[in-house]
């Protein structure tokens, strides 16, 4: 008997252009009496090409444009007219633009007034389980904790540990209550990671402690800025010696003997907004249990996947009865409703217990969301919070991600071609010292001519002997990957980062560079300026590549609303917000 004999996209978070299918909740009953059917039946036998299909009727119509007024000549008042530009020459606009199409002809991701689409949208995850986790096998052994958890998934082949040396907890106990005595639910939270990851990863705990996203740095400074906060002060710190390079190329860091960036509340208004809202996204923070917000914490708020809607695929025989006993998997867990409950919802589980470093983006947004850098490559805008209409229980059935209803804007053009978070920014970026870069525009080291070059210089490449310490290092690291572990081999030129750095997952072949995602294994071509037929004519101005970042004119749009807008009132009048839809559960 095949394990899991389906071939689906996962539920989760959205792209336009693949077809949804529901899955089918895996029940506790049934399980194969052969715990390596995974492994003999493959993740998916009979898989279908993974060719984006177009949805039916994903348009939605234009303002209406008046027609020019009857004169047989164009004068001087028809420039005063705001659509004669849209409308040029055409008495009728109908000739010129069509539903979902934009004035210079680029069709947008706009959608079809229906509820169920938008929660297919929500749900849809972007990727498959055989390319973010390679093949799943189920632990094949018996007795222990495996009493009751049978059919749970190997964690990682690099984690072939017992249960209890992760976990902790008593594998012989012969009751729930003591074998489950002292047991720890997620061992790489960061309160317990240094004892448990940390006896192999040691040099990962310390660089993620003092990242941005543990410390939080930058959203807090800023934040303390705008509200005309004093400047935080920090301990002294002795002058950091600089160390070699890593074998992974890194550049030169701190000592690792420098303490982390500390915040402590200074007891100013800002601290208490800063505790009650943006010191959640911490990666060391519990996530609220809605839609698009289910994650873990510490290593696995990375390195295990949840879907948007938080449902499992795991054929753990306990968390399947714990499921069935509480509704785990909530049908209209998309709505306005079950949102707003978030503080109190059950929690949501990872999609199976394992382990990847194919991390796609919809994990990355979990947190980057909210009308930033998250939505702004999904193609969201997030709608601001207004009074709730009178017919307040309507609105409640009504789908939402993050807590918020969006409106559907053209998504990053990367993403619109496949690519992930991880395919442009490295482990460099992500574990960015937070005594380094204060903020994590600072912490960004790709640039757009690290893979497109410039008018007349390509990238730079590197080349992978085995004299170089280095190669041997990426080449172990891009193993570890299910979608790059034969890509890449010794002899073979790959792209140069813009500190020197080699990237294992963008090879140069027969005259081009090609880019292989590291959650899909998608090839892609990158197009390099220097080789285009024609330069474009705002390229041809050597100040625009000069002062002009590249996204001032190929963003296709850009919020850039980092959720800071906020109305500060001396004595809080409850009762002038309760009937106003907020995202955040804290005022709700």
């Known amino acids: 008997m095949k394990a899991f004999p389906y071939k689906y996209l996962i539920p989760g978070a959205g792209i336009i252009g693949l077809i949804f299918l529901v899955l089918p909740v895996i029940q506790a009953q049934g399980l194969p009496d052969d715990p390596q059917g995974f492994e003999r039946g493959g993740m998916f036998p009979d898989a279908p090409a993974r060719t984006p299909q177009a949805l039916e009727n994903f348009e939605k119509r234009f303002v209406d444009i008046p027609p020019r007024q009857g004169k047989q000549q164009i004068d001087a008042d028809d420039f005063r007219d705001p659509f004669f530009f849209v409308r040029g020459y055409q008495a009728d606009a109908r000739e010129v633009l069509k539903p979902g199409t934009t004035v210079d002809g680029i069709r947008f991701n706009s959608y079809k007034d229906s509820k169920g689409f938008i929660e297919k949208f929500y749900r849809n995850s972007n990727f498959t389980l055989g390319d973010v986790f390679g093949r799943i096998r189920l632990v094949n052994k018996e007795g222990g904790c495996l009493v009751c958890h049978r059919g749970i998934s190997e964690i990682s082949e690099n984690h072939k540990f017992s249960c209890t040396q992760c976990h ?123 839609p698009g917000d289910f994650r873990a914490t510490g290593c696995a708020s990375c390195h295990m996947i949840y879907t948007n809607d938080g449902t499992t695929l795991t054929r753990d025989r306990a968390i399947q009865s714990v499921l069935q006993k509480k509704g785990g998997n909530i049908s209209d867990r998309f709505t306005a409703k079950y949102a707003a409950n978030s503080l109190n919802n059950k929690r949501g589980y990872p999609l199976v217990h394992r382990f990847t470093v194919a991390v796609p983006s919809v994990q990355c947004e979990h947190c980057h969301n909210n009308n930033g850098v998250g939505n702004e490559f999904e193609g969201l805008f997030g709608l601001p919070a207004r009074p709730k209409p009178f017919r307040s229980q309507v609105e409640g059935n009504d789908p939402v991600l993050y807590g918020r209803k969006h409106e559907f804007l053209l998504p990053d053009i990367h993403r619109e071609k496949g690519m992930h978070c991880i395919d442009c920014h490295g482990i460099e970026e992500i574990k960015a010292d937070a005594n380094q870069y204060p903020t994590l525009h600072d912490a960004v080291q790709v640039r757009c001519e690290t893979c497109h070059g410039s008018n007349s210089k390509g990238p730079e490449g590197y080349m992978l002997v085995e004299a170089d310490p280095r190669a041997e290092a990426l080449l172990t690291k891009n193993k570890l990957n299910p979608n790059l572990a034969k890509k890449i081999k010794m002899g073979d030129t790959v792209m140069a980062g813009p ?74 009048n409850l009762e002038n917000w309760q009937d106003w839809n907020f995202a955040d559960p804290v005022l709700q």
């Open 499 to 572: 500190t020197g750095q080699p990237l294992p997952h963008v090879l140069y072949d027969q005259g081009k560079w090609i880019l292989y995602s590291k959650v899909s294994g998608k090839p892609h071509e990158i197009p390099v300026l220097k080789n285009l037929k024609k330069m474009p004519l705002a390229h041809q101005v050597a100040e625009h590549m000069i002062a002009v970042e590249c996204s001032a004119c190929h963003a296709r749009w850009s919020a850039s609303e980092w959720g800071l807008h906020a109305i500060a009132e001396p004595d809080a």
């Open 168 to 290: 902790r907890g008593k594998r012989d106990g012969k009751t729930i209550e003591t074998a489950h005595r002292g047991m720890i639910s997620n061992p790489s939270d960061y309160e317990h990671a240094p004892r448990t990851c940390g006896k192999c990863h040691a040099d990962q705990i310390e660089k993620v402690n003092k990242s941005l996203m543990a410390t939080g740095r930058g959203m807090i400074e800023m934040t303390r800025q705008a509200w005309g906060a004093p400047p935080l002060k920090q301990p002294k710190i002795p002058q950091a010696n600089p160390i070699p390079k890593s074998s992974e190329g890194s550049p030169a860091e701190e000592d690792p003997k420098t303490p982390p960036w500390t915040y402590v509340s200074q007891n100013h208004p800002v601290d208490d907004f800063l505790n009650k809202k943006c010191l959640r996204c911490h990666v060391s923070s519990a996530a609220p249990h809605r």
